[in-house]
């Protein structure tokens, strides 16, 4: 279905289009800035697709780059992780979630960590590495691999002002673990954290802001929204303390993807980005984006609007409020 997008509001939930009219699809995504250019990566599932890749600069206009992630991707030449596959025994999908990219200065390469399954019930759990030197090009494979043998589902990358970090669900999700990257970041150098045992947290999304870190996730429900929690901390490596709610108990009806910063001119403006997921028919997945408001005391709020604008130069946003 292809449609216009006119205006500078996204109205959540609704079908989102590219610029050239089809429906964008980035699901479970991650966006980032890179040399004034917002690349938004996410999940595709249709055909031969497993992340595709758009880019904006007012975040409103989306612009379909390329599908960065294919069945048909290029696997890296000397081998270092056992499988370099991205299809299963038969030549059919694997199952590609949650990809996530940062810019490695050093190597000047883009690095994308995901989640990796090769079959239907999440036995695999696996983490995934790939790598570009383009920000949209085609991504080389490096393989899948359970961190120091520990079992990885739904993650997430974060970069500090120094390194960077790839957080995980283990041990069947009822343990978050946060590995720290090597200085390319294409591998972890060593397990930095693990926190929130038995609490069994999905979806985790990261965001630093004024010298603290707050991490947001949900609890496991498969495709059906549940109670977003988060977590703050002073020291990355001490973990998140204890889980205080935030929004409603089905997060508004959505699941965390990841937090988005929009450093502007007059304000820096934090937007929670959630995935609707449509359980029946995951291609009819939907998004949305909500302020996301600190305060003095360290807790956060996720406010609930139906649409929202945000100016990309100042920073600022508007949005209209939900009543519930
Ligand atoms: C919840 C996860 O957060 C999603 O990424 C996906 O794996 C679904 N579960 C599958 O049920």
Not at 47 to 66: A, G
């Amino acid at each position: 279905m292809k449609k216009e997008r006119m205006d500078m509001t996204l109205k959540n939930g609704e079908i989102w289009y590219d610029t050239q009219g089809n429906v964008l699809h980035a699901h479970g995504g991650h966006i980032l800035l890179h040399e004034g250019v917002y690349y938004w990566y996410g999940e595709n599932r249709l055909e031969d697709i497993y992340v595709s890749c758009y880019s904006s600069t007012d975040l409103v206009h989306w612009t379909f780059l390329n599908h960065v992630l294919t069945m048909r991707s290029p696997a890296r030449e000397n081998r270092v992780r056992g499988d370099l596959k991205l299809t299963n025994q038969n030549g059919g999908r694997v199952n590609i979630e949650r990809p996530k990219v940062l810019y490695n200065e050093k190597t000047k390469q883009f690095v994308m960590w995901m989640h990796y399954e090769n079959g239907t019930d999440y036995s695999c759990a696996a983490a995934a590495v790939a790598t570009c030197d383009t920000p949209a090009g085609d991504f080389v494979y490096h393989g899948s691999f359970r961190p120091y043998g520990h079992m990885s589902r739904d993650c997430t990358l974060f970069a500090d002002s120094d390194r960077a970090y790839f957080l995980s669900a283990s041990r069947d999700n009822a343990d978050m673990h946060m590995y720290l990257l090597q200085e390319d970041y294409q591998n972890v150098e060593k397990l930095s954290g693990a926190f929130w045992s038995n609490e069994y947290r999905e979806a985790p999304a990261l965001v630093k802001k004024d010298g603290a870190y707050y991490i947001f996730s949900s609890f496991c429900t498969g495709w059906a929204p549940n109670q977003c929690k988060y977590g703050r901390t002073d020291c990355l490596e001490k973990g998140f303390g204890l889980l205080r709610k935030v929004g409603d108990e089905t997060t508004y009806h959505s699941q965390p993807a990841f937090i988005l910063t929009v450093a502007g001119t007059e304000t820096t403006s934090y937007i929670y980005v959630g995935d609707r997921w449509d359980g029946r028919d995951y291609h009819n997945s939907r998004y949305v984006w909500f302020p996301l408001v600190f305060h003095e005391d360290g807790s956060a709020k996720i406010i609930h609007c139906s649409e929202i604008e945000i100016d990309a130069v100042t920073g600022r946003m508007e949005w209209v409020e939900c009543e519930r």
